[in-house]
Nanobody, 118 residues
Framework: QVQLVESGGGLVQAGGSLRLSCATSGRTFSTATMAWFRQAPGKEREFVASIRSSGSTTYYAVSVKGRFTISRDNAKNTVSLQMNSLKPDDTAVYYC???????????WGQGTQVTVSS
């Protein structure tokens, strides 16, 4: 059974930091592109950041570039998202996801809540 389990969410003041982690099990994701998405109340789920299998190539949404850093540890089957200089607009449920060989994000975690107070 494939599982992606996020952790590290919580309540933080604007300007603060959080580090989200995603633990994977059930299959090896070391060759898969991994990503983080988020969904705020009343809004559609949106892309936050992604990282290729080697870890050398990353992509970020314009809204988080320069503040968030995605990383991975293939030996531990984990993906992380370091979030700095958090803003109230970053408040959302954050989801970890893994892509199939075809590039579709087919595997999703249950999400972790991040709340940034002003």
């Amino acid at each position: 059974q494939v599982q992606l389990v996020e952790s590290g969410g919580g309540l933080v003041q604007a300007g603060g930091s959080l580090r989200l982690s995603c633990a994977t099990s059930g299959r090896t994701f070391s060759t898969a592109t991994m990503a983080w998405f988020r969904q705020a109340p009343g809004k559609e789920r949106e892309f936050v950041a992604s990282i290729r299998s080697s870890g050398s190539t990353t992509y970020y949404a314009v809204s988080v570039k320069g503040r968030f850093t995605i990383s991975r540890d293939n030996a531990k089957n984990t993906v992380s998202l370091q979030m700095n200089s958090l803003k109230p607009d970053d408040t959302a449920v954050y989801y970890c996801t893994a892509a199939t060989v075809a590039g579709a994000y087919a595997y999703w975690g249950q999400g972790t809540q991040v709340t940034v107070s002003s």
